[in-house]
C-alpha cells in the first residue's frame, strides 16, 4: 500500500481529529504537499456539511404527549428475582397454610371426638366402621380399645383409659401432638401477624416521611 | 469492496453497559431521577424521558428516515430502557447506554415494518425561496436521507453516531460495543459510499 493509499485510509480519523497527536500531524504535514489529499479531505467537510443539510422534520409529537404515550405503554415491571418472588409467595400464602392446617386438625380432633361420643353411647361396631371405613382398629390402635367400651363398664373405664394412653390414643399422643400442633400453628400465625403489623407501619411511616419530605 | 458487517450490538444485552468505561458524569438530578426510576418510579422515568427524548428520536430517526417509525422506535426504546433499567448500573453514560438501546430498536422496528418511505412524506420545507427552489432543496434533502439509509446497518449507526450526534470513536465502540479500529473502518466504508452516492450535491459545495 502506497504511502498516500495509506493517508486517505486515516483522512476520516484525521478529519475527526481521533488520530493521536503524532499522527495529527504526520498527515498535516503530509496534506501540506499533496493536493489530492487536501481534495479528500475538503470532500470530508463537504460531506459533513451536507449531511447536517437534511434536517429533523418539523412535525414531531409535542414532549408532554410523547412522554404520555410512552408511560401509559410501560409494563408492569419487577425488580425481585425469582428467589425474592418466591420467598414473598410463602409470606402472603403463610396464613392461609397456618389456618388450613388448623382448620384440618380440628377437624380430625372433631371427627374423633364425635365417634367416641358415638361409641360411648353404645353405636354398633360394625355400622361406625362402615360409616368411616378410613379409620380401622388395625391403623388406629384407640379405636381397638374404643370399641370394646360399648359392653364395658364404668369401673374398667380406667384401664381402658390407661391402655388408649400406651397406644398413644385420643387420650394420649393423638391429643398431646394436636395440642402442640395447634399452640405451634396459632404461635406461628400470631408471629405473621406482627411481623405484618410491624412491616405494615414501617411503611406507612417511610411514605409519610417521604411526603413530607416533599 | 464489501465490507464485513459484524454488528455484535445486536446481540448484546443492555445491561453489558455496566462495563463500558465511560466519562460522562451524571449530574446529580439525573442519577436520583435514574435512581427513583429504577425503585419504579413512573414520574422519574417521564422527566428522563424528557431530557433524553429529543436525542433518541434524532438517532432513531437517521436511522429509520421516516419520523412516524422512529417515533414508534423511539417509544419501543424507552419501553425496554424501562424494562432494562434495573440492571442499569450508573457508572456507565446513561446516554450512552440509550443510544445502544434506541439503535436496537430501530433496526428491530425497520425490519419488523420493512416500509420503504413515500415520497408524499417529504416534509415541506418553509423557505423564502419560491416554490421550485423549496421542491429542490426538498428533493435534495430526500437524497441525503435516502443516502444514508442506503448504508448497511452496522455503517450507518456508526455515521449517526459520528455526524448528527457528535459522539467520539470511543463513545460509538461503547454504545456498539465493537473495537475503535471497527468504527474507523466502518466510517471510513460509510462516508466512501456517501460521497459516492451524493457525488452530485458535494460538486455543488
Known sequence: MSKTGHITERLSAYYDHELSPREQKQIAAHLDTCPACRAELEQLRALSRLLQESPMPAHITRPDQFVTRVKLRLPRRSSKTAWQRGIEAVWRLAPVGLIGSGAFIQAVAIVSGMLTLALRLGGEKSALLSVFPMVSSSTEPWLAEMLNMSSASLGELWKITYRCFQYGGPLGWGVTLRFIATALISLLYLTWMAMWWACSRHYRDYVNRHQSEQ | ?205
Not at chain 2, 446481540?11 to 465511560?22: F, H, L, T, V, Y
Not at chain 2, 417509525?69 to 426504546?77: G, I, P, Y
Not at chain 2, 432494562?84 to 433496526?107: D, G, M, Q, V
Open chain 2, 1 to 205: 469492496m464489501k465490507t464485513v458487517i459484524q454488528d455484535t450490538s445486536r446481540n448484546s444485552s443492555p445491561d453489558e453497559a455496566q462495563k463500558w468505561g465511560g466519562n460522562e458524569s451524571h449530574s446529580d438530578s439525573e442519577l436520583e431521577l435514574i435512581r427513583q426510576a429504577q425503585a419504579g418510579d413512573r414520574h422519574a422515568f417521564g422527566a428522563l424521558i424528557c431530557c433524553h427524548r429529543e436525542r433518541v428520536i434524532g438517532v432513531v430517526y437517521r436511522m429509520c428516515g421516516d419520523i412516524h417509525l422512529a417515533e414508534d422506535a423511539a417509544q419501543e426504546a424507552f419501553i425496554r430502557a424501562w424494562m432494562h433499567l434495573p440492571k442499569y448500573r450508573p457508572e456507565a453514560p446513561f446516554r450512552s447506554w440509550l443510544y445502544r438501546i434506541a439503535i436496537n430498536a430501530a433496526l428491530d422496528v425497520l425490519r419488523r415494518e420493512r416500509k420503504t418511505v413515500d415520497i408524499d412524506e417529504i416534509p415541506l420545507m418553509t423557505s423564502k425561496d419560491g416554490p421550485e427552489a423549496t421542491m429542490v432543496q426538498a428533493e435534495r434533502e430526500e437524497q441525503i436521507r435516502q443516502a444514508v439509509i442506503a448504508l448497511p446497518d452496522a455503517s450507518r449507526s456508526v455515521l449517526v453516531l459520528r455526524e448528527y450526534e457528535g459522539l467520539s470513536y470511543r463513545e460509538i465502540a461503547d454504545v456498539l460495543g465493537i473495537p475503535i479500529g471497527t468504527v474507523m473502518s466502518r466510517l471510513n466504508y460509510a462516508r466512501k459510499r456517501l460521497r459516492a452516492m451524493l457525488a452530485l450535491y458535494l460538486e455543488e459545495l
